[in-house]
């Protein structure tokens, strides 16, 4: 699933809420990520849900088999045992959230 920014909750005091809620469980990790073309970001799965936000660039995420073309901003919510990935032509800076 993916939370683009322009749908995002747009708030009266200029904050934006990602409306996530039913896919919200304790963290266990927060990570600073980079992916390039020379290093994406490969296929895998495991337990445990996770959150993955674009903080610069763009890059298509493949998440269950559906490929999304994702960028600043937005909202990527990877499924506990579900296969996901994420390549990218150029330079991407990301917060993996799990």
Not at 9 to 22: A, H, N
Not at 45 to 56: A, L, Q, R, S
Not at 63 to 87: A, F, K, Q, R, Y
């Amino acid at each position: 699933m993916v939370i683009k920014f322009k749908d995002a909750e747009k708030r009266k005091d200029g904050s934006t809420g990602y409306l996530i809620k039913e896919h919200q469980s304790l963290l266990k990790h927060i990570a600073y990520r980079k992916v390039t073309p020379d290093s994406p970001f490969g296929p895998h799965d495991h337990e445990g849900d996770e959150m993955w936000f674009i903080v610069k660039g763009k890059a298509k995420v493949n998440v269950g088999g559906v490929i999304t073309e994702v960028e600043e901003n937005d909202l990527i919510i990877c499924p506990s045992t579900v296969s996901h990935g994420m390549t990218s032509d150029d330079e991407v800076i990301w917060l993996c959230l799990g």
